[in-house]
């Protein structure tokens, strides 16, 4: 279990209405190669059921593996293979190959593929704030050029995000955020993070915690929901006032996980 910074998506703000000249050619030629990409609890659980492989089965394999970031916040990430000379390619891209010309590109987990590979390569900010600049237009950022393989046609980073099924996403990643500021309020981030007053606690006990929004059974909401129930216990078996505890003056109240998946 690594502990590193934060991995950085370079990324441009632009409009998330503005007219953008972009296609996809779903070869992957750029987008599934030398990249990191990024997955959180609700990623892997749609890849586990899209492959038919249990959770905790992608975690031992090393399929998905999970690190620290900055912030204290155990975010996942897809493996990667080796892909010519010292490049890397996602663990589920595969080429076709004929007369030693590659000639189409795959993904071997495409039902079930990420957020991030669905909306690439335009990416969406929950908060709906941090991308509001100057202009006062919703932003989406653009991770990264596609490079060769689009078919270029007239369209918008949100057409092209609405387009590969990302509401689901999108209402699961607002509650997962919600989930994962109320433990980082709570004293409950990785020790790394100094920014917040820590609940007294081993560092398998907060691995343990944040691990379980990735392998809890149950149902995407029910999963959220066992792990602030265990956050609340924490506290509770610690003694100490929750104004003892992360953010000084900013009581967090619980989140409504339920009604933020459901509604
Ligand atoms: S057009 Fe872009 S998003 Fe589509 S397969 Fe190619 S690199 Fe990936
Ligand atoms: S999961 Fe699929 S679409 Fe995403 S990077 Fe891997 S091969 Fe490409």
């Given at each position: 279990m690594a502990t590193t910074p934060a991995r950085s998506l370079g990324r441009t703000l632009i409009p998330l209405d503005g007219e953008v000249s972009w296609g996809c050619s779903g070869q992957g030629w750029n987008c599934c190669v030398d990249k990191d990409v990024p997955v959180r609890p609700y990623d892997v659980r749609r890849?586990?059921?899209?492959?038919?492989?249990?959770?905790q089965q992608l975690l031992d394999d090393g399929i998905v593996?999970?690190?620290?970031?900055?912030?204290?916040?155990?975010?996942?990430?897809?493996?990667?293979?080796?892909?010519?000379?010292?490049?890397?390619?996602?663990?589920f891209y595969e080429e076709v190959i004929a007369d030693g010309r590659r000639v189409a590109g795959l993904c071997n987990a495409h039902a079930g593929r990420p957020e991030a590979c669905r909306a690439y390569p335009y990416q969406r900010h929950a908060s709906g704030t941090e991308f509001e600049e100057s202009t006062s237009l919703p932003m989406a950022a653009q991770v990264f050029d596609c490079g060769s393989c689009a078919l270029a046609e007239r369209t918008t980073p949100r057409q092209v995000m609405l387009a590969n099924g990302l509401t689901d996403y999108w209402r699961a990643d607002d509650?997962?955020?919600?989930?994962?500021?109320?433990?980082?309020?709570?004293g409950l981030a990785h020790l790394s993070n100094s920014t917040y007053r820590q609940l007294p606690l081993s560092p398998a006990a907060r691995l343990a915690l944040w691990s379980a929004l990735y392998t809890s059974e149950g149902t995407y909401a029910e999963a959220l929901a066992s792990v602030l129930d265990a956050a609340d216990a924490l506290i509770a078996a610690s003694g100490l006032p929750r104004s003892h505890l992360g953010g000084a003056g900013e009581p967090l109240a619980r989140p409504d996980v339920v009604g933020m998946i459901e509604d």
């Open positions: 890849l586990a059921e899209a492959i038919g492989r249990p959770v593996s999970l690190e620290w970031d900055g912030y204290g916040i155990l975010g996942g990430w897809l493996a990667t293979r080796p892909y010519e000379g010292d490049r890397s390619a996602c663990v509650a997962y955020r919600a989930v994962a500021l109320y433990l980082h309020k709570c």
